[in-house]
């Protein structure tokens, strides 16, 4: 089942991961599903067996760039298709289980080559969200249609940091500045 047509709606942020910049971060969104690709795989589920971790629901990492964790297979497309490299295996940074990502920090060191994941239970991340050109090359390659990048999610994202202001038609943004 590919990520819902109206994300992030009926999701709430369960935390953020947070880039090192000091200054960009993106939320995870909850709760997760255990009814999506990543949890019928059999390459998924081996890999998970094979670490000795529980496969539990995670959500969907990211607002304008999201990808849905629980459908995401490590296939790499997205990482590859990407020309700005909005993405990287989390896994190949931080080494944790993606149930522990939330509210960590990350660097954005990890690969962005497709056949760099550590195994099948690595992530695709959005760590470099605030970076995308909004190209759609991810969403038309991911095979279980596990991305959405949508522009008009920054409402979505700034709502849930505090920092949302609605402006009015006609109201120049840049006035006050």
């Not at 954005?108 to 995308?132: F, L, M, N, Q």
Request: with cysteine; proline share 6%.
């Amino acid at each position: 089942m590919p990520i819902a047509e109206n994300f992030p709606e009926g999701l709430k942020p369960s935390g953020k991961i947070m880039h090192s910049d000091g200054e960009n971060f993106h939320f995870m969104w909850g709760p997760g599903r255990s009814d999506a690709e990543a949890f019928s795989n059999d390459e998924v589920k081996a890999a998970y067996k094979a670490r000795g971790e529980k496969q539990v629901p995670l959500g969907v990492s990211g607002t304008m760039v999201a990808v849905d964790w629980d459908s995401c297979v490590a296939d790499g497309a997205c990482i590859e298709a990407c020309p700005v490299q909005v993405f990287q295996w989390y896994r190949t940074e931080k080494d944790i289980p993606a149930a522990k990502v939330v509210n960590q920090t990350f660097e954005g060191t990890g690969s962005d080559v497709k056949e760099e994941r550590k195994d099948y239970t690595d992530k695709a991340d959005p760590i470099r969200e605030h970076d995308c050109i909004w190209c759609m090359a991810c969403v038309s390659v991911c095979p279980p249609e596990a991305i959405k990048v949508d522009q008009s999610n920054l409402e979505h994202h700034e709502k849930a940091a505090g920092t949302y202001t609605k402006i009015e038609a006609g109201e120049n943004p840049h006035a006050h500045d």
